[in-house]
C-alpha cells in the first residue's frame, strides 16, 4: 500500500475550507475522496482526489461511497454557514447541519470509519465573557446556525464515548485568504465576509462596504476579529487526523484556531487599500444583530497538543493571498 492509498472522506471537499483541507491532505500522502452535493461548493476546486456527488442526509449515498472507498477517516465541512439565513430560515440549518451530521455520523459507526475531524466554529461561544477565549469558555451560541456547530459537537462526544469513533472539532475563528500558489481559493455566493467584499469594493465589483457599527467599545468603534489562513487552517486539520491516528483512542477534544491576533474592520480596510493600492469606498452603517466587539482566539492548546503553529500572521499577507485569488477569479 502506497501512502497515496490512505483515502479519507471530506464532505464539503469542493467549498472554500474544504478545498484547501483537500490540497494540504494530498500532500500529506492522503487521497482525500470529495464528498459534496455542489450546492455552494465549485467542481472545479476538486482537484486533489476524486468526487462523489451526494448530500449528508443521503444515506444510501453515504454508504455507497464509504463501502466503495473505505476511508481511514471522515473530515466534515458539509454545512450551511450564514448566520442570518439560519436565523430567519432555522430549519434549513438544522436539518442540514444537525441531522446532516447525524446521518454522517450513523454512517461512519455502520461502516467502522474510526476517526472523524470536524469543522466547528467559534460562533459556538456566542458573546464571550472576555478575550482571548480558550476551549473552556462557556459555549452559549446566539444563532441557529451556532447552536447547529454546537449540537454535532455533542453528538460527537456521544458517538465517541458510545461507539469508540475518535473525533476533534476544529472551532476556527475568521477563516481568511485563499492558496499561496493561488489554485483554489474563496468563491461564495453570495459572499458575506468582510475580506473579499472589501476586496470587491476596491475593484469596483460593488459600489462600496458598508462598516457594521462604529460605536462599539474598541480603538476605532468597529469590530475586532482573528483573521486566520486557510491554509493555517489546513494545515491544523492534517495535524488533527495524525494526531487521532497515532492515539488511537476513542476520544473526543476541541481546539480553538486563530492566530491570537484581532483587527478591526478599519484596519481590514486599511489593509487593502495598502495591498491593492486602491482606495476603498467606504459607508459607516450600523450595527449587525448579533455580532459580538471583539473575537480573539487562545489556540496555545493547539499549539501544545497538535503541533501546530500558524506562519501567515500578517494581516497584508492574508490578504494579498485573497487579492491574488480575487484578480483570478472570474466575477462570481
Ligand atoms: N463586516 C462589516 N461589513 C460587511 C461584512 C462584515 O463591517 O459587509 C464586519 C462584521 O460586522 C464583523 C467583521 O466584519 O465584525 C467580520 O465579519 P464576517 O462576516 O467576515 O465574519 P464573522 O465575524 O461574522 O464570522
Not at 456527488?53 to 461511497?65: S, T, V
Not at 451530521?101 to 461561544?125: G, K, M
Not at 480603538?219 to 486566520?228: A, F, L, Q, S, V
Request: hydrophobic fraction near 35%.
Amino acid at each position: 500500500m502506497t501512502d497515496r492509498d490512505r483515502p479519507v472522506l471530506v464532505t464539503g471537499g469542493a467549498g472554500y475550507i474544504g478545498s484547501h483541507i483537500c490540497k494540504a491532505l494530498a500532500r500529506a500522502g492522503y487521497l482525500p475522496v470529495t464528498f459534496d452535493n455542489l450546492i455552494y461548493g465549485h467542481e472545479r476546486a476538486v482537484k486533489w482526489g476524486p468526487l462523489e456527488r451526494g448530500d449528508i442526509l443521503d444515506r444510501a449515498r453515504l454508504d455507497e461511497a464509504m463501502r466503495r472507498h473505505k476511508p481511514g477517516a471522515i473530515l466534515h465541512f458539509a454545512a450551511y454557514t450564514y448566520v442570518g439565513e439560519s436565523v430567519s430560515d432555522p430549519g434549513r440549518y438544522y436539518r442540514n447541519n444537525v441531522c446532516g451530521t447525524l446521518t454522517l455520523l450513523e454512517a461512519a459507526r455502520d461502516n467502522a470509519v474510526p476517526y472523524f475531524v470536524f469543522s466547528s466554529t467559534c460562533a459556538t461561544y456566542g458573546i464571550p465573557d472576555k478575550v482571548p477565549l480558550g476551549e473552556d469558555t462557556a459555549q452559549n451560541p446566539i444563532n441557529p446556525y451556532g447552536e447547529s456547530k454546537l449540537f454535532a459537537e455533542r453528538m460527537l462526544r456521544d458517538f465517541g464515548a458510545a461507539h469508540g469513533i475518535g473525533s476533534i472539532a476544529l472551532r476556527y475563528f475568521n477563516a481568511a485568504g485563499a492558496d499561496p500558489d493561488n489554485e483554489i481559493g474563496e468563491s461564495h455566493d453570495p459572499e458575506t465576509h468582510l475580506i473579499p467584499l472589501v476586496l470587491d469594493a476596491a475593484s469596483g465589483r460593488r459600489e462600496s462596504i458598508t462598516v457594521f457599527g462604529t460605536d462599539y467599545d474598541t480603538p476605532d468603534g468597529t469590530c475586532i476579529r482573528d483573521y486566520i489562513h486557510v491554509a493555517d487552517l489546513a494545515d491544523a486539520h492534517v495535524r488533527a487526523l495524525q494526531h487521532l491516528e497515532k492515539s488511537g483512542a476513542p476520544s473526543s477534544a476541541a481546539y480553538n484556531l486563530g492566530n491570537g491576533q484581532g483587527f478591526s474592520v478599519r484596519e481590514v480596510i486599511h489593509a487593502v487599500e495598502r495591498v491593492t493600492g486602491l482606495e476603498v469606498p467606504v459607508v459607516l452603517g450600523a450595527r449587525r444583530a448579533g455580532d459580538p466587539a471583539r473575537l480573539i482566539a487562545d489556540s496555545a492548546k493547539a499549539r501544545e497538543e497538535l503541533g501546530w503553529e500558524p506562519h501567515i500572521h500578517e494581516l497584508d499577507e492574508i490578504i494579498r493571498t485573497a487579492w491574488a485569488w480575487h484578480q483570478r477569479e472570474p466575477r462570481r
